[in-house]
């Protein structure tokens, strides 16, 4: 079943004379429901051995879309999915133009991560044991799911209508670096010690009379309290947190975008309460920021979304070949998929065509999307050499491939850096160089778009 609502107005908080001086825009604002109808696969845990059983709540794809004073427009998507491969999200976007005449470097497409989520086609192909009944249901639920997001897209942009944008940041403090140091090597787990970015900025959207329209509200942390054992669909803690918001202030659209969470868990974990304690203490750090003075966004809106090609260090074919011998069936299954491509190929490729977007509203504040499951190290390092009073890390958008790891992440090792690729169906691991052209390329793009 296909649901598409508008959102209407409630009043809430109060911002002050001076702040209400950030006029001339427009917001308009829609989502639709995306859960499964039938038993699907569930995305995220290769330990799985069953399709999902009913749900906890609802997933939802949502959409904001922004109309500066000169008549430029962008759209955020949301999905509470684990993430949208590169052509599915080219295949939106290609459908978003064709019917709605928006450019693709307008349209941002994310993810929320969750791991109590669907399989989506092309994405961690080599992950699942999957039976030809499943791919059908996968591939026809992504069909499904496309068009959803470009019709969702299409109302948004009809529901366009005077707006006042501000831009305020909380914090909250479960999420936890996962990357455990030991005498083995690092391993997925606790590490106190390890960096971590606990801020939640948020955008807070009003009507022209103040009254809230929606609210988008990032974290860096994977959407997983939620473990393997979990076969229910569920948004984890980012779907908590949505629904706790929505229901605080009802008729209002609540987005959730991931942040620079690739290395960080929930902490702790594995219940179902955990689940929902911690989307509510997201929902009070969103509550206790938009209580609080907000910046108001004036001026124009700019986007742009270039591609940098990233290099990869690839192993021998004679490697790939020896991994046939091995027990592992995730290792073997990625080894086949390699030498199939060396013997079409002659080769496998060395590079990867990386997107970044950018989207500058006004001067207050300045969004970056990145591609691929990031790592904190490129959130933190961004807020040390850009302005991060203004400054958005959003990533798992436009195109979630494989897992960005840093120079330290893998000089380091661990699964970060090497063993998510197989999953990822990657013919091998970025070289250091990835992290500097990737932020040297952001730094390119943010100074370009500042007004």
């Not at 906890?56 to 491969?85: C, M, N």
């Not at 909250?172 to 010690?193: C, L, M, Q, S, Y």
């Not at 990657?426 to 007004?451: H, L, N």
Request: some cysteine.
């Amino acid at each position: 079943m296909v649901v598409f609502l508008l959102t209407s107005f409630v009043i809430t908080g109060s911002i002050s004379g001076k702040e209400r001086s950030a006029k001339g825009w427009k917001a308009g604002v829609a989502k639709v429901v995306i859960t499964p109808e039938k038993s699907i696969w569930m995305a995220g845990y290769g330990s799985r051995k069953k399709p999902s059983e009913g749900k906890i709540h609802d997933l939802y794809a949502k959409a904001l879309a922004l109309e500066d004073p000169g008549g430029h427009r962008f759209v955020v998507v949301t999905t509470d999915l684990i993430g949208l491969s590169r052509s599915v999200a080219d295949k939106i976007a290609q459908d978003v133009h064709r019917r709605s005449a928006l450019p693709r470097d307008k349209l941002l497409l994310t993810s929320s991560h969750t791991h109590t989520g669907p399989v989506i086609r092309n994405s961690l192909i080599d992950m699942y044991d999957l039976t030809p009944e499943q791919t059908d249901i996968i591939s026809q639920y992504t069909d499904q799911l496309e068009d959803q997001i470009v019709t969702l897209v299409e109302t948004a942009l009809k529901s366009l209508s005077p707006a006042r944008l501000f831009f305020g940041k909380g914090e909250v403090d479960f999420a936890i670096n996962r990357r455990e140091p030991t005498p083995d090597g690092i391993k997925i787990g606790v590490n106190p010690g390890g960096p971590v970015d606990h801020t939640v900025p948020v955008l807070r959207v009003e009507d022209g009379q103040g009254k809230l329209r929606a609210v988008v509200m990032g974290y860096a942390c994977h959407n997983t309290t939620l473990t393997g054992e979990f076969y229910q669909i569920s948004g984890d803690y980012a779907g908590f947190a949505q629904s706790e918001l929505e229901q605080k202030f009802p008729e209002t659209t609540v987005l959730f975008v991931m942040g620079c969470g690739a290395d960080a868990n929930p902490n702790p974990r594995s219940t179902l309460e955990l689940a929902k304690q911690h989307g509510s203490s997201l929902a009070d750090a969103v509550s206790r920021a938009l209580s609080q003075p907000m910046r108001p966004i004036a001026g124009s809106l700019k986007s742009q979304l270039e591609y940098v090609s990233l290099p990869l260090s690839l192993p021998p074919r004679g490697e790939f070949e020896k991994r046939l011998e091995e027990k592992d069936v995730f290792r073997k299954r990625h080894a086949q998929r390699m030498l199939r491509l060396f013997d079409e190929n002659g080769k496998l490729p060395s590079n990867y065509s990386y997107p970044i977007q950018i989207c500058q509203l006004g001067q207050e504040l300045t969004l970056v999307a990145l591609a691929g499951e990031v790592v904190v190290d490129y959130a933190l390092r961004l807020q040390k050499e850009l302005n991060a009073r203004s400054l958005w890390t959003v990533a798992y958008a436009n195109d979630v491939f494989a897992y960005i790891p840093s120079a330290r992440v893998l000089k380091e090792g661990g699964y970060e850096a090497y063993q998510s690729g197989i999953y990822y169906g990657m013919p091998g691991p970025f070289t250091e160089a990835v992290e500097d052209i990737i932020v040297d390329k952001v730094k390119t793009m943010v100074e370009r778009a500042q007004p």
